[in-house]
């Protein structure tokens, strides 16, 4: 890299596209690596957008912040360290990164925005640091490989869909301080277990009794549970079956539906192709089954 390159960059301190593009030589599409120069502030949304071939990058800790879809579509990219100097990741930050294998997230970070590892399908674990505190929708939707998810203290807000998708989990630790969530036996709660926002795909077998402090049910909160076989939905879930609910419970063959649910979402029951719900006569259940070609009978 010539001096009028990395002078002509260090004065803008935003490395652009169009300085991936000069700095690479015009090979951003075949490079394997990439060196961020020292003094850069911020990369810029889109900068390495598409470098199918990019497997490795060095973010100096000049860099305080990265935009949305900076490094969006980067297939090869299998590992990158954020310095803590890091206070800002953009949406879709890593989206599709699918070789990714691990981040370490930065500890200055405050929250983790939505859809910033969406379909990060190689990353198999993910400690959330002390300050974060907000995980936002599907910012870690699709990520096929996590198995390990812990949440911090500091963690009040996690959005829909979070981590739908991610069906090998094996465990989401939830510090036991947290006042806004707890785990239980495999299963993601917010703290006063009236919603339930995920289910570990090993965590129910056979028949399981949805407590009855549950009034909502959240996106994906069974999505993959392949073992589930019947399900008793109890007449506390008034607000909401959420979007992909129970997707791809693939041997699920009987459901309670629940007498006042006011909404169930799109997909809620997609390939669950066994499935017969049981529902009150004229009940918005009764609707959505009818809807969606669910078989039915009634309930005693």
């Not at 002509?8 to 090979?27: H, N, P, Q």
């Not at 879930?237 to 997707?247: K, R």
Request: charged share 15%; aromatic share 10%.
């Amino acid at each position: 890299m010539s001096e009028q390159k990395k002078s002509d960059l260090e004065s803008s301190a935003v490395l652009t596209w169009k300085d991936v593009d000069r700095l690479s030589g015009g090979t951003r599409e075949t490079m394997t690596s990439f060196t961020i120069p020292e003094g850069v502030t911020s990369v810029g949304s889109n900068a390495f957008a598409g470098c199918t071939s990019l497997i490795s990058v060095t973010i100096p800790s000049s860099v305080t912040s990265i935009g949305s879809d900076a490094f969006y579509g980067c297939t090869g990219l299998n590992s990158v360290t954020i310095p803590d100097s890091v206070t800002s990741i953009a949406y879709e930050a890593f989206y599709g990164c699918r070789s990714l294998t691990s981040v370490r997230i930065p500890s200055g970070l405050t929250e983790i925005r939505w859809k910033t590892f969406f379909l990060c399908s190689s990353l198999t674990s993910v400690i959330i640091p002390e300050n974060v505190t907000s995980i936002e929708r599907e910012a870690f939707a699709y990520c096929d490989s996590l198995t390990s998810v812990t949440i911090p203290e500091s963690v009040t807000d996690i959005g829909y869909y979070a981590f739908g998708g991610c069906c090998s989990l094996t465990e989401i630790i939830v510090a036991e301080k947290n006042p806004s969530y707890c785990s239980i036996d495999g299963i993601l709660l917010n703290k006063s277990k009236t919603s339930l926002l995920r289910c570990l795909p090993n965590a129910v077998k056979g028949h399981y009794d949805i407590p009855a402090s549950i009034i909502n049910i959240r996106e994906g909160a069974f999505q993959g549970c392949t073992k589930l076989t019947r399900v008793m939905i109890p007449d506390s879930v008034t607000n909401n079956i959420g979007y992909l609910a129970f997707y791809g419970c693939t041997k699920l063959t009987s459901v309670n539906f629940p007498n006042h649910v006011s909404h169930i979402g799109d997909g809620a029951f997609s390939g669950c192709e066994q499935l017969i719900g049981t529902v009150q006569s004229g009940s918005y259940a009764e609707n959505y089954c009818k809807r969606n070609n669910i078989k039915y009978i009634y309930s005693l």
